[in-house]
T-cell receptor, first 113, second 114 residues
Framework: EAGVTQFPSHSVIEKGQTVTLRCDPI?????LYWYRRVMGKEIKFLLH????????ESGMPNNRFLAERTGGTYSTLKVQPAELEDSGVYFC???????????FGSGTRLTVV | AQTVTQSQPEMSVQEAETVTLSCTYD???????LFWYKQPPSRQMILVIR??????QNATENRFSVNFQKAAKSFSLKISDSQLGDAAMYFC???????????FGKGTKLTVNP
């Protein structure tokens, strides 16, 4: 079974530019999550999709972040315009349900300069 | 609010020996799940072990076991017969029943010395 795939693995952009991160969950997993780890801090929840619907987006930091999940399959997370404090590792995870635990992707390391 | 605290930013262990990583948490819920995740360098996070709060028996997965002390809100991870491949960041995480989001600790970086 293919795992959770994220790309790019690394992205370096200038402040003010736009970046789009992509996540392909495990096939059949209705639940898809985005998390972010800023250097030296905890991994923080950003949002949760159930199929194509946003179940919980309480962790989205501001309206510069836009997440979509087309047709309940892959998801994108767009940051526009990027700021320095957006730097960090963005993780995507999918799950058939909480009790099973999540399967995480390898993350996208975003550096805003 | 739920919180997870990992008080050991770094730990080291000799190969073949045993190490325990600590984790404490706080939640007002009675129905919750606890997890330990492992993230090797430049690789994805992997679920190591899971514990349901309603289960008194400590979870075990091969060389990995937990000491779940519900009253003390403690959830430590014991790694027996440590191997070089165990070197990684270890994250303790909590989610409450009915919620889908994980609350993570800051992580513990484990080094395994040959």
């Amino acid at each position: 079974e293919a795992g959770v795939t994220q790309f790019p693995s690394h992205s370096v952009i200038e402040k003010g530019q736009t970046v789009t991160l992509r996540c392909d969950p495990i096939s059949g997993h209705d639940n898809l999550y985005w998390y972010r780890r800023v250097m030296g801090k905890e991994i923080k929840f950003l949002l949760h999709f159930v199929k194509e619907s946003k179940q919980d987006e309480s962790g989205m930091p501001n309206n510069r972040f836009l997440a979509e999940r087309t047709g309940g399959t892959y998801s994108t997370l767009k940051v526009q315009p990027a700021e320095l404090e957006d730097s960090g590792v963005y993780f995507c995870a999918s799950s058939p349900g909480t009790v099973y635990g999540y399967t995480f992707g390898s993350g996208t390391r975003l550096t805003v300069v | 609010a739920q919180t997870v605290t990992q008080s050991q930013p770094e730990m080291s262990v000799q190969e073949a020996e045993t190490v325990t990583l600590s984790c404490t948490y706080d939640t007002s819920e009675s129905d919750y799940y606890l997890f330990w995740y492992k993230q090797p360098p430049s690789r994805q996070m992997i679920l190591v072990i899971r514990q349901e709060a309603y289960k008194q028996q400590n979870a075990t997965e091969n060389r990995f076991s937990v000491n779940f002390q519900k009253a003390a809100k403690s959830f430590s991870l014991k790694i027996s017969d440590s191997q070089l491949g165990d070197a990684a960041m270890y994250f303790c995480a909590l989610t409450q029943g009915g919620s889908e989001k994980l609350v993570f600790g800051k992580g513990t970086k484990l080094t395994v010395n040959p």
